[in-house]
């Protein structure tokens, strides 16, 4: 069974939104021989 923790936040500066997100995923797909994963992402949105 694969199991998951998320962690994100965001924060508008002006017109520019960041949102940082970070996974952690323990037995990707499930599989037990796979190893666990840090997976980092960021959102950018610019509003006009």
């Known amino acids: 069974m694969e199991t998951a923790f998320e962690a994100t936040y965001a924060d508008t500066l002006g017109p520019v939104t960041l949102q940082p997100d970070l996974q952690y995923v323990i037995r990707p797909s499930g599989d037990r021989a796979a190893p666990d994963a840090v997976i ?4 950018v949105r610019i509003g006009f």
């Open 40 to 43: 980092a992402t960021l959102r």
